[in-house]
């Protein structure tokens, strides 16, 4: 890339976590959170809302529309079970943050893996521990399910994701970068 003239414009890191040592901590809810799983569409237009506007700077994640959650309901690793949503006990019908978890299967190589598939906090919530309680909150998922390890991306420049993440357990397993001329 130096030979090139390119630069490193963009990072995607892969972070990787076992889901039993270290042991994941509780998942406390505080009485100011309604913590519960999808219900269905009807959930999607908050869903939305606020994937829109907690990532609004990303090219592809901050534009999905109805028919991207439409056509990942449909996809076979989809479980509204693994679907999580964090309401404001005061105002239950805005939706603060979200985790939506995926499962890998296994392959002749690899055991089946979970993904931290995406978490999307209300930037108006930002600073109130959603991101930690609902990622949390998945893992256990995860481990209850069965799975040994987690996965995750996450843009190299995010530093808050990267600090929860980072004091959860995850480590650095791959990283990808984009390169382009200045």
């Known amino acids: 890339a130096h030979r090139l003239g390119?630069?490193?414009?963009?990072?995607?890191?892969?972070?990787?976590?076992?889901?039993?040592?270290p042991e994941l901590p509780a998942v406390a809810v505080p009485d100011s959170i309604v913590l519960r799983t999808y219900q269905?569409?009807?959930?999607?237009?908050?869903?939305?809302?606020?994937n829109a506007a907690a990532f609004e700077w990303h090219p592809e994640q901050g534009r999905w529309t109805d028919v991207d959650v439409a056509e990942r309901r449909a996809e076979s690793w989809f479980d509204p079970e693994g679907?999580?949503?964090?309401?404001?006990?005061?105002?239950?019908?805005?939706?603060?943050?979200?985790?939506?978890?995926?499962?890998?299967?296994?392959?002749?190589?690899?055991?089946a893996l979970g993904e931290v598939y995406v978490v999307g906090i209300d930037p108006s919530a930002q600073g109130r521990g959603l991101g930690r309680l609902l990622t949390l909150a998945g893992l256990h998922h995860l481990r209850d399910r069965g799975l040994h390890t987690v996965l995750l991306y996450v843009e190299g420049d995010n530093t808050?994701?990267?600090?929860?993440?980072?004091?959860?357990?995850?480590?650095?397993?791959?990283?990808?970068?984009?390169?382009?001329?200045?």
């Open 160 to 182: 808050a994701a990267l600090n929860t993440y980072g004091k959860l357990g995850f480590e650095r397993f791959h990283v990808d970068v984009a390169y382009a001329r200045p």
């Open 40 to 50: 269905g569409p009807s959930d999607d237009s908050e869903l939305l809302r606020v």
């Open 6 to 21: 390119l630069t490193g414009v963009r990072e995607l890191l892969q972070l990787r976590r076992p889901l039993d040592v």
């Open 83 to 111: 679907l999580f949503l964090a309401f404001d006990a005061a105002d239950p019908d805005v939706l603060l943050g979200f985790h939506w978890t995926k499962v890998h299967p296994a392959t002749d190589v690899e055991d």
